[in-house]
């Protein structure tokens, strides 16, 4: 029967969020159980286009991506795909009315991640954004208000800041992985070779701003969808703020992360503020 089939892509797509975020996989348990495996089918998809990008250095990623776009596009036509997370992520995407340019607009940004190693300009590195964060956290978002586009269109920009200040934590975190290993340079204006206070200051006031905006859209959302993404935003508060205190030039060697024993506490003060209705 599909149904067993069906079971079986979602404990896959499950397993990628279990297996390569903890912290992510974390705040998603956070969230009501009836959207918990739409997130985890979102996660799965990105999860597995950006691995293609990022790294499978042995293999012919071009061709590699090709066919996954193939696949996907097939998948979204037929509702079905030996694919497991494709399979899984099809389901999604016709449950919640996913529209094709958020998907289109997220595998252009990861095509860019083929070939593009530097983003010059502000335009450049804002479609980027766009694409490869601004519309995973869309597509959420369609999962977190289950149909209502008006509450969609309210939260819409407030998604799209916190999307894109995730991603330039991540960015700033990965600074010397991205730089050193895939040769990339995502920040415009900005030599990372010799990064400085200023700089790194600048992107982080950057950061913050878009952080300021997403909270502002955390506080509406839906209860089933609110605990959980407090729980990744204050996660991801915490990892800026040791970024803040990081000097430039550690930045640069090394990769900074929020221990285990943070994490849990981190999670804990997230729970008494849910719980007391602080938010």
């Known amino acids: 029967m599909k149904s067993i089939f069906d079971t079986i892509s979602f404990d896959c797509s499950r397993n990628v969020t279990k297996s390569y975020s903890t ?10 159980p009836s959207i918990r495996q739409d997130i985890y089918n979102i996660y799965g998809f990105v999860r597995f286009a950006d691995e293609i990008v990022d790294t499978f250095h042995d293999y012919n990623k071009e061709v590699l991506f090709e066919m996954f776009e193939k696949d996907l596009a097939s998948a979204l036509e037929n509702k079905i795909s030996l694919n497991p997370i494709l399979n899984s992520f099809q389901h999604t995407v016709h449950r919640y009315n996913i529209p094709m340019s958020m998907i289109n607009a997220f595998m252009k940004s990861m095509k860019l991640d083929l070939h593009k190693s530097e983003y010059k300009t502000v335009d450049e590195y804002n479609e980027y954004i766009y694409g490869s964060a601004d519309v995973v956290g869309l597509m959420c978002l ?4 289950n149909g209502n586009d008006t509450k969609f269109l309210e939260l819409e920009q407030s998604a799209m800041r916190l999307g894109s200040a995730f991603q330039k934590v991540n960015f700033l975190r990965d600074l010397k992985a991205d730089y050193e290993d895939l040769n990339r340079t995502y920040f415009p204006n900005t030599d990372l070779s010799k990064l400085d206070e200023h700089s790194k200051n600048e992107i982080i006031k950057e950061i913050e701003a878009d952080f300021h905006a ?3 859209g955390i506080l509406k959302l839906p209860m089933e969808a609110k605990f959980g993404v407090y729980t990744a ?6 990892l800026l703020s040791k970024l803040k205190k990081t000097p430039s030039t550690e930045i640069k060697n090394t990769r900074i992360r929020v221990p285990d024993y943070q994490k849990f506490g981190l999670m804990a003060k997230c729970y008494v503020n849910y719980r007391l209705n602080l938010l």
């Open 142 to 145: 369609k999962v977190f208000v």
């Open 214 to 216: 997403g909270f502002e």
């Open 23 to 32: 912290s992510f996989s974390a705040a998603v348990k956070m969230l009501a």
């Open 233 to 238: 935003f204050v996660y991801y508060k915490k």
